[in-house]
């Protein structure tokens, strides 16, 4: 079966097409880099892990409240429009806004992927091109995560965000090598940290907690090595 027979509004079935500017650059130089940058390519090597076999996907997750969170959390708590919703309506909106929440993750993450592969060409330093090349294995591996979370616990997949598409296509489509760093290492991978520890804090679900520290882990090093391949 499709990802396509599971999103709640239909999307284009074509690939969605954005183009690259900038150039390939390759460097002779192997043998001399930055320490921080080593050790921190090291850590993305060390800290490898399997989301089939790490993550205990036998851990039951309720579809209609997939990250188990308080009701203070969701944003129509309090209103009138809450207030005036029954019992039904208001599993199906935190079905739903927990379902579209988990979609931007992963349309997030497939981001990160193919933004840390630009990233792997047109780093014009060999040690970051070697360090963004485990944040590339990271990212695929947090694409399948949330791909299968989505699948098999919430049963449906939202459309990405237009703002967030927007975000991940200036990532891509400025010509100079350092915007991707800025775009995606800082501000993207910034956000979703933030949001990823809120969320492990805040769920009462097992698996969510689980799986989002893990992600956690990775994201963290991702966020460090923008902050030091820009500083200088």
């Not at 489509?173 to 915007?179: F, G, I, K």
């Amino acid at each position: 079966m499709s990802s396509f027979d599971f999103y709640v509004s239909p999307v284009p079935e074509e690939i969605w097409g954005v183009p690259m500017a900038g150039n390939t650059r390759f460097s002779w130089d192997y043998d001399n880099g930055r320490d921080q940058l080593l050790n921190l390519y090291q850590k993305g090597k060390d800290k490898q892990w399997d989301a089939r076999s790490r993550i205990d996907w036998g851990l039951e997750v309720d579809p209609d409240d997939v990250a188990g969170l308080p009701e203070e959390f969701n944003p129509l708590s309090g209103s009138r429009i809450w207030d005036r919703m029954n019992r039904k309506e208001r599993t199906a909106f935190t079905r739903h806004q927990g379902s579209w929440l988990f979609s931007q993750f992963l349309h997030g993450e497939q981001g990160a992927l193919n933004v840390s592969a630009r990233i792997v060409a047109s780093a014009p330093d060999m040690d970051s091109k070697f360090y963004a090349a485990t944040q590339t294995m990271d990212e695929a591996r947090h694409v399948e995560l949330f791909s299968r979370f989505l699948r098999e616990k919430s049963g449906m997949y939202y459309p990405v965000n237009q703002d967030l598409a927007k975000l991940l296509a200036e990532s891509l489509e400025d010509s100079r090598w350092d915007l991707p760093y800025l775009g995606m290492q800082v501000l993207i991978e910034g956000l979703a940290l933030a949001a990823f520890g809120l969320f492990r804090d805040l769920s009462t679900n097992p698996l969510v907690k689980q799986l989002l520290a893990y992600v956690m882990q990775d994201e963290a090093r991702h966020v460090a090595f923008g902050r030091l391949a820009l500083k200088d």
